[in-house]
């Protein structure tokens, strides 16, 4: 693939293990996404989010993790 070794044990590290996974990994696209919902409590964040946005008020994200299910 022409990665760094650092880069490669990374991927390993986060249980990307052959080839094609990797190129998935990072160069996927949004269909090779997971289904956001089935992470927990996606429902109460989402309600958070929207009602934070209706009264205006500062949003703030973090962190945002990311795995292909």
């Known amino acids: 693939m022409g990665i760094s070794p650092l880069l490669a044990r990374l991927l390993v590290n986060r249980g990307v293990l052959t080839v094609e996974d990797a ?6 696209n949004l269909n090779h996404m997971g ?3 089935l ?5 109460r964040a ?5 009602a934070a946005v209706k ?3 500062n949003i ?3 962190e945002i993790m990311m795995r292909m299910v």
């Not at 190129?23 to 996927?28: C, I, N, S």
Request: hydrophobic letters at 45%; a positive charge; proline letters at 8%.
């Open 39 to 43: 992470l927990p409590d996606m429902h």
């Open 46 to 50: 989402v309600a958070r989010i929207l």
């Open 23 to 28: 190129r998935l990994f990072l160069k996927g």
């Open 55 to 57: 009264s205006r008020e």
């Open 35 to 37: 289904d956001p919902y």
């Open 60 to 62: 703030l994200f973090t």
